[in-house]
């Protein structure tokens, strides 16, 4: 499976981004898949997750109200809409996928290992 994250760029705080992860397999659109982060000099944290068959969703508590994840089906495609966004916001975002069709359990949603496949990453910078 081939994820194409994209989106990224350059706003101000208190702007709005989207990012995209389209798929090159249609298994991407039922099994669970979620964005990390990676700012510069930082390890790479949990942002967003939604399980198996778009049931449930997760944030990270930095971004929860802010940020919301979400799946179009019939494009293969998995999106995260961005409000409000910080300077801290500031990173490079990637798209990750699972490659069974088990549902996730809580533990694992916010852990790298859990998924199988990663985009390449998008970079959004965020100006104050």
């Known amino acids: 499976v081939q994820l194409q994250a994209s989106g990224g760029g350059l706003v101000q705080a208190g702007g709005s981004l989207r990012l995209s992860c389209a798929a090159s397999?249609?298994?991407?659109?039922?099994?669970?898949k979620g964005w990390f982060r990676q700012a510069p000099g930082k390890e790479r944290e949990f942002v967003a997750a939604?399980?198996?068959?778009?049931?449930?969703?997760y944030y990270a508590d930095s971004v929860k109200g802010r940020f919301t994840i979400s799946g179009d089906n019939a494009k293969n495609t998995m999106y995260l809409q961005m409000n409000s966004l910080k300077p801290e916001d500031t990173a490079i975002y990637y798209c990750?996928?699972?490659?069974?069709?088990?549902?996730?359990?809580?533990?694992?949603?916010?852990?790298?290992?859990?998924?199988?496949?990663w985009g390449q990453g998008t970079l959004v910078t965020v100006s104050s």
């Open positions: 939604i399980n198996t068959g778009g049931r449930g969703t």
């Open positions: 990750a996928s699972r490659g069974s069709p088990n549902r996730m359990i809580l533990s694992d949603v916010g852990t790298a290992s859990t998924y199988d496949y």
């Open positions: 397999a249609r298994t991407f659109s039922s099994n669970a």
